[in-house]
Nanobody, 112 residues
Framework: QVQLVESGGGLVQPGGSLRLSCVAS????????MAWFRQAPGKERELVAA???????NYGASVKGRFAISRDNAKNTVYLQMNSLRPEDTAVYYC??????WGQGTQVTVSS
């Protein structure tokens, strides 16, 4: 059974940084593309960033240049480094694999 477990969320001031982690189990991680999505209250879930098995990356327009996705296949982990955070980045952040297995989400709140 596939499990994706996110961590690293929290409260941060505007302009600050956070790094999210998603640890995967029950799958051949190195052979699976991964992605981060987010969902703010009252809004649809949106793609934040994605990474292929060979670490090609893709970003949503609103986070390009501020966020960076990476993976460590030895640790079965995908990361999301978030810099220059804005209040509009406030959302629950979810990890997903290419087979549409989802984690439980981690809350990120950007507020002064």
């Amino acid at each position: 059974q596939v499990q994706l477990v996110e961590s690293g969320g929290g409260l941060v001031q505007p302009g600050g940084s956070l790094r999210l982690s998603c640890v995967a189990s029950g799958l051949d991680f190195s052979r699976v593309a991964m992605a981060w999505f987010r969902q703010a209250p009252g809004k649809e879930r949106e793609l934040v960033a994605a990474i292929t098995t060979v670490s090609n990356t893709n970003y949503g327009a609103s986070v390009k240049g501020r966020f960076a996705i990476s993976r460590d296949n030895a640790k079965n982990t995908v990361y999301l480094q978030m810099n220059s955070l804005r209040p509009e980045d406030t959302a629950v952040y979810y990890c997903m694999d290419e087979n549409e297995n989802w984690g439980q989400g981690t809350q990120v709140t950007v507020s002064s």
